[in-house]
């Protein structure tokens, strides 16, 4: 009989969590097929800039990252907390680290 490697312990399937504030805490959902259509939309977007004006609207799409992968509900307050851009930022990379399970520190290299 052939070798058998274990990863059942390490499969959780289990959604990680960004706690905003402290009243705000919002679950990323971080499946791969959702993964996969975040990416897709990017790259449309990107083509589509490409063919016209060239301008990327990097704020929208972030808005519709966020809302992909924490919901519209969670998107919406985030939303509602006007924060500045740098911050703004922050939240998306963060949710970034969390989706794609990277730390904070190795999203904001890669998202930035």
Known sequence: MG???DISKKITNELPMVRITDELVVTVNNRKNDILNMQAMVLEEQ????????????????????KMFV????AKEIEAMNL???DYKTVYTAVMAAATGSS???AEKQFR
């Open 104 to 106: 904070l520190e190795e």
């Open 84 to 86: 500045p851009l740098p």
């Open 47 to 66: 083509r589509k800039a490409e063919k016209g004006d060239g301008t990327f609207n990097e704020i929208e799409m972030i808005g519709k990252t966020l």
């Open 71 to 74: 919901g519209e509900k969670a």
């Open 3 to 5: 070798q058998i490697i």
